[in-house]
């Protein structure tokens, strides 16, 4: 882990502090950081898996992008080497096919990381699967210098 990834992960505390505590809760887990990215691991958890149906113990949609918005924060303070506050300006989440419920991997790129405003693209893969879940795209418009 470089002394980038630990300053971020020192960071880390303040972005708990600062989402809603149900995000934290969630237990999305920084694995590394740096300028490019991230790498996070979402354990799993049953509250976000549907209940019934046919897509029972699939990781609902709502869920997919909570985790991508959270994990772009992460990735965003690791690549800055410290928190900086931003709000979400643009989202958009396709779903390759269903993300069973358990360990997933994300995989978080930055495209570009400006004064104002950052990119980020996320990658989601179950635990062991190498096909892309689901893959979204964010825009983030920082609100601090």
Known sequence: MTEQSLAAKEAMAQVDYTFAPWVADLGLTLVETGRAGADLVFPGHPSVELRG???????????????????????????????????????????????????????????????????????????GSPKTAALATATFMYLEE
């Open 53 to 127: 149906g046919p897509g029972a113990g699939v990781i609902c949609g709502q869920a997919i992008a909570a985790l991508a918005d959270t994990a772009c924060v992460y990735a965003l303070t690791g690549a800055n080497g410290r928190f900086r506050n931003c709000t979400t300006t643009d989202m958009s989440v396709r779903f390759a096919r269903p993300l069973p419920g358990g360990a997933v991997r994300i995989r978080v790129d930055l495209e570009s990381n400006g004064r104002k405003l950052a990119v980020c693209r996320v990658t989601f893969m179950a635990e």
